[in-house]
């Protein structure tokens, strides 16, 4: 058994996980997830399972466990009556891996989450970005075709995981009539990603959704966004383990919401009689700057000791205001944010202090070094 607990199919062994298409067959809906080890992968996972359905997430292999945001609701596919959720091995660059997985779970809804997601990392490595993030949706589109068309079983649903950065430079506030301006390979990889599921819905009669969600952000967001890079630097800094932060540019405005509200309304979009796309947002956008003032004062500190602005963080060209129009999703989804901005910021601070403690632990013990920067 793994340092994670994974003795599944997710390691290799296959013998350990007997393939869905031999167990018995359920009445329960199942549900096929990329990106599941991805923030919104675990929200989504979690939220599916209660709902009873079975899920079975694609992750891809890497030299470390790559399973720390899902290892909570893993258990054991040996214990076959409780492991509702199944991981395998693929990759979105890898078109017969996702092919031989449609074909094996026979999902009825298939969330494609997965994606190289860092905007500014898309600019250093723009061919893998469009590879995975736009080429990737249309491999999985066209696995899903193809699925349809040898099985028949023309029910299946898909969601595109889209991005307000789509919008780019467009003006505030910005709906599904709002037009595109990509500002980064990422953003234009999710254009071409938005238009090949309109294209797959319209010229095969997909049912297909895009989500476009705006900014979304919890206590497990990877920690080089900057939500997170700041509450775990604030964290950090209140128990005495750093004294710096090193950001790029405070005046870019952002609608920020909670992941597990978002991951709501990608599951309602497949729950419509007719498959359409629909932004996501809070409606409510705050600037880098008012994040930190509120991360920072709410422990008692003030931003401006701690912040250097470190130029290597500004992009090449950046996105300045989005501020979403969800009215839609509002309206016909019966959507709506549970969390708000201030809310948010202190569910991840105070996360990020039990975090920061347990981390002076291992520093006081030796096991650390406190200049380790996350
Ligand atoms: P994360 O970066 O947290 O997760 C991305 C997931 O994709 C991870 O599971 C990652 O695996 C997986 N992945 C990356 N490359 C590949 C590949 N080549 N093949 C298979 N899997 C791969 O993103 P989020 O959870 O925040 O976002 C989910 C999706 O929603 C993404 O598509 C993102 O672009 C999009 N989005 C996110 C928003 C947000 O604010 N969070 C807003 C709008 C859109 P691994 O764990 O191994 O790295
Ligand atoms: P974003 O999120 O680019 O909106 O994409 P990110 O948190 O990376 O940046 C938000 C804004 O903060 C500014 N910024 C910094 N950003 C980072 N990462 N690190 C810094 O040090 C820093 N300093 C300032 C950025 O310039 C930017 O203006 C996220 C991702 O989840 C995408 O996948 C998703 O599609 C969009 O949100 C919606």
């Known amino acids: 058994t793994s340092r994670s607990g994974f003795t599944s199919a997710a390691n290799g062994d296959e013998t350990a996980s007997p393939s869905p298409a031999l167990q018995p067959p359920t009445s329960r809906k199942v549900a096929l997830i990329t990106g599941i080890t991805g923030q919104d992968g675990s929200y989504l996972t979690e939220f599916l399972l209660i709902k009873g359905y079975e899920v079975h997430g694609l992750i891809r292999r890497s030299s470390n466990f790559n399973t720390q945001r899902i290892n909570h609701i893993y258990i054991d596919p040996h214990n076959a009556q409780k492991a509702k959720m199944k991981l395998h091995y693929a990759d979105l660059t890898d078109a017969s891996s996702l092919r031989r997985w449609l074909d094996t779970i026979n999902p009825d809804e298939v969330y494609n989450l997965a994606a190289q997601s860092h905007v500014a990392v898309s600019f250093e490595i723009p061919d893998y970005t469009a590879d995975v993030v736009a080429t990737g949706a249309l491999r999985l589109l066209e696995a899903v075709r193809s699925h ?62 895009n ?113 979403g129009d ?31 403690k347990r981390e002076k632990v291992l520093v006081d013990a030796g096991y650390m070094d406190a200049q380790q920067q996350p």
């Open 326 to 356: 969800s009215s839609k999703a509002r309206k016909v989804l019966g959507w709506k944010p549970k969390v708000g901005f201030g809310q948010l910021v202190k569910m991840m601070v105070d996360e990020d202090i039990e975090l920061a």
């Open 148 to 209: 349809i068309s040898a099985t028949g079983r023309s029910h299946i649903k898909y969601y595109q995981a889209g991005s307000s950065e789509m919008f780019g430079s467009t003006p505030p506030p910005q709906s599904e009539t709002s037009p595109f301006h990509p500002r980064s390979p990422y953003a234009a990889s999710k254009c071409a990603a938005h238009w090949y599921t309109v294209n797959y819905r319209e010229a095969y009669g997909i049912f297909a959704c």
């Open 211 to 323: 989500g476009i969600l705006f900014n979304h952000e919890s206590p497990r967001r990877g920690e080089n966004f900057v939500t997170r890079k700041i509450t775990r630097a604030v964290g950090r800094i209140k128990i005495g383990l750093q004294s710096k932060l090193f950001l790029g540019n405070l005046q870019a405005s952002r609608d920020w919401g909670f992941a597990g509200d978002y991951v709501e309304a990608m599951w309602m979009m497949l729950q419509q009689e007719k498959p359409d796309d629909y932004v996501v947002a809070t409606e409510e956008s705050h600037t880098v700057e008012e994040f930190l003032r509120v991360a920072f004062g709410y422990v008692g500190l003030d931003w401006r000791d701690h912040v250097v602005i470190d130029k290597r963080y500004f992009r090449p060209a950046e996105v300045d205001n989005l501020k």
